[in-house]
T-cell receptor
Framework: ETGVTQSPTHLIKTRGQQVTLRCSSQ?????VSWYQQALGQGPQFIFQ???????GRGNFPPRFSGLQFPNYSSELNVNALELDDSALYLCASSPRLVGDEQFFGPGTRLTVL | GQNIDQPTEMTATEGAIVQINCTYQ??????LFWYQQHAGEAPTFLSY????GLEEKGRFSSFLSRSKGYSYLLLKELQMKDSASYLCAVSEYGNKLVFGAGTILRVKS
């Protein structure tokens, strides 16, 4: 059974650019959530997708957007990058919508210069 | 609002027992999770409590009191590899997790 994978591992961008991060869910998982983790902080919920529909959003501006595909892989897009967007971006999948542990991917470390 | 509090840092000795506390105040509650995160790595699942009481899993136990908005993670027979950040997280709705800032545990020999 393949775990959650994310790409790329590291990324360096400059202010104002756009970035797309990718996540492959664990086999059989139809729910994927994205989190932003700043250094020394806990992960902050960005949004969640369930069967290709957004199912909840945290306190992030609209320039953070996402997609979930029929194979349940997912993308996180961030437009107009700001310095404060520098963080570890984690994707987590779970087999059901409620009451299951979430399996985290290794994350993408984004640095905005 | 939502608020999850846990101590910033703790230090304990190899072989000892340590308890990491977590208090929470969230708009919804579908359960409480504990995750372990080593530096530079993804969080890994340790425990899940949805009903009051103690859940035991090997060297790790987790306790929940919903009426008090309180949980703790108990680690027994500490090993050096247990040095990590421990994250308390509440599932608000769906599987949306609200995380605390994490407790950095340092195990010394």
């Amino acid at each position: 059974e393949t775990g959650v994978t994310q790409s790329p591992t590291h990324l360096i961008k400059t202010r104002g650019q756009q970035v797309t991060l990718r996540c492959s869910s664990q086999s059989g998982h139809n729910t994927v959530s994205w989190y932003q983790q700043a250094l020394g902080q806990g992960p902050q919920f960005i949004f969640q997708y369930y069967r290709e529909e957004e199912n909840g959003r945290g306190n992030f501006p609209p320039r953070f957007s996402g997609l979930q595909f029929p194979n349940y892989s997912s993308e996180l897009n961030v437009n107009a990058l700001e310095l404060d967007d520098s963080a570890l971006y984690l994707c987590a999948s779970s087999p059901r919508l409620v009451g299951d542990e979430q399996f985290f991917g290794p994350g993408t470390r984004l640095t905005v210069l | 609002g939502q608020n999850i509090d846990q101590p910033t840092e703790m230090t304990a000795t190899e072989g000892a027992i340590v308890q990491i506390n977590c208090t929470y105040q969230t708009s919804g509650f579908n359960g409480l999770f504990w995750y372990q995160q080593h530096a530079g790595e993804a969080p890994t699942f340790l425990s899940y409590n949805v009903l009051d009481g103690l859940e035991e899993k090997g060297r790790f136990s987790s306790f929940l009191s919903r009426s008090k908005g309180y949980s703790y993670l108990l680690l027994k027979e500490l090993q050096m590899k247990d040095s990590a950040s421990y994250l308390c997280a509440v599932s608000e709705y769906g599987n949306k997790l609200v995380f605390g800032a994490g407790t950095i545990l340092r195990v010394k020999s």
